[in-house]
C-alpha cells in the first residue's frame, strides 16, 4: 500500500501531514509506504491513496483515483478514521 500526500507546494504542510499518517498507522498498527509531493508532481504518480487538503486534493480527483480529503491535517483521529476504510 502506498500512501502519497499531497499539498500545494510539496514542502512543509505535507511533511507534516506525512509524520501525522505515520503516526496513525503506528497507532492502528497498520503498515504502508508513506511519501509527501506538491500537487503538480502527484499528477503523474502513482499510489493506492491520494491524501490532503480538501482544495488541493480534490484537484487529483479524475475518477481514477482513491482520495481521501483532511480537514483538519493535524488531527491524528481524523487521519485514522478517513484512512480506515482504505487499509487492507
Known amino acids: 500500500m502506498k500512501i502519497m ?3 500545494g507546494n510539496g514542502l512543509g504542510s505535507s ?3 506525512e509524520m501525522n499518517v505515520k503516526k496513525a498507522l503506528a497507532e492502528m498498527g ?3 509506504e508513506v511519501d509527501h509531493t506538491d500537487l503538480a508532481s502527484a499528477k503523474t ?3 493506492d491513496v491520494f491524501l490532503g487538503a480538501a482544495d488541493i486534493v480534490g484537484q487529483l480527483d ?3 483515483r482513491t482520495i481521501v ?5 493535524m488531527s491524528i ?3 485514522k478514521s478517513k484512512l480506515e476504510p ?3
Open 86 to 88: 482504505h487499509l487492507s
Open 77 to 79: 483521529p481524523e487521519i
Open 15 to 17: 511533511f507534516i501531514m
Open 5 to 7: 500526500v499531497v499539498c
Open 30 to 32: 497498520k503498515t504502508a
Open 62 to 64: 479524475d475518477g481514477s
Open 69 to 73: 480529503t483532511l480537514e483538519n491535517m
Open 45 to 47: 504518480m502513482q499510489a
